[in-house]
């Protein structure tokens, strides 16, 4: 089982640009969630996604947009970026939202 | 709303020794606790969760009970161990169907030395 796999592992953007994150959950599980974690802070709840569609979001603006696709994968796009979404983002799947989560190793991005 | 407050690091300690991080929380209802562990360059890892009162989760050597009397979840080891070197976070799922995300505190820095 390869767990919870994110890619780009690292990636540099410059302000302004548009930048679309994977996520590829562990096997049988059917939600997945986004986090930013900030150097040296907590991850924030972003949004989870569950069948497809978005169940909530935590206070994160609207250049903050995601995807669900059948096979549960999902991708994190984030528009206009600014050098303040330069961070850590994780994405974790469980097999429901009540469940613990299993993490991925994280996209580190920096924007410039 | 939601909150985790965990105690501030970092924390340095002695092969062997005795570890206590504190955890408390302000939420609506009776949430799932977790800790996460999460080591240099690394994503988190689940270590230890309990889901309702009075329960409590342990993994590896580690500890932590659910206290609604004192909306506690303080993670503790008996003999930590160099390894154990990393960053922990207390978080909580709330009740609202789960949905609304983890609510992570702030993390705490673990220094283990030889």
């Known amino acids: 089982d390869a767990g919870v796999t994110q890619s780009p592992t690292h990636l540099i953007k410059t302000r302004g640009q548009q930048v679309t994150l994977r996520c590829s959950p562990k096997?049988?599980?059917?939600?997945v969630s986004w986090y930013q974690q900030a150097l040296g802070q907590g991850p924030q709840f972003i949004f989870q996604y569950y069948e497809e569609e978005e169940r909530q979001r935590g206070n994160f603006p609207d250049r903050f947009s995601g995807h669900q696709f059948p096979n549960y994968s999902s991708e994190l796009n984030v528009n206009a970026l600014l050098l303040g979404d330069s961070a850590l983002y994780l994405c974790?799947?469980?097999?429901?939202?009540?469940?613990?989560?299993?993490f991925g190793q994280g996209t580190r991005l920096t924007v410039v | 709303g939601n909150s985790v407050t965990q105690m501030e690091g970092p924390v340095t300690l002695s092969e062997e020794a005795f570890l206590t991080i504190n955890c408390t929380y302000t939420?609506?209802?009776?949430?799932?606790l977790f800790w996460y562990v999460q080591y240099p360059g690394e994503g988190l890892q689940l270590l230890l969760k309990a889901t309702k009162a009075d329960d409590k989760g342990s993994n590896k050597g580690f500890e932590a009970t659910y206290r609604k009397e004192t909306t506690s979840f303080h993670l503790e080891k008996g003999s930590v161990q160099v390894s154990d070197s990393a960053v922990y976070f207390c978080a909580l799922l709330g009740k609202g169907g789960g949905a609304d995300g983890l609510t992570f505190g702030k993390g705490t820095h673990l220094i283990i030395q030889p």
């Open positions: 939420a609506t209802g009776y949430p799932s």
């Open positions: 096997s049988g599980h059917d939600t």
């Open positions: 974790a799947s469980s097999r429901s939202a009540l469940a613990g989560a299993f």
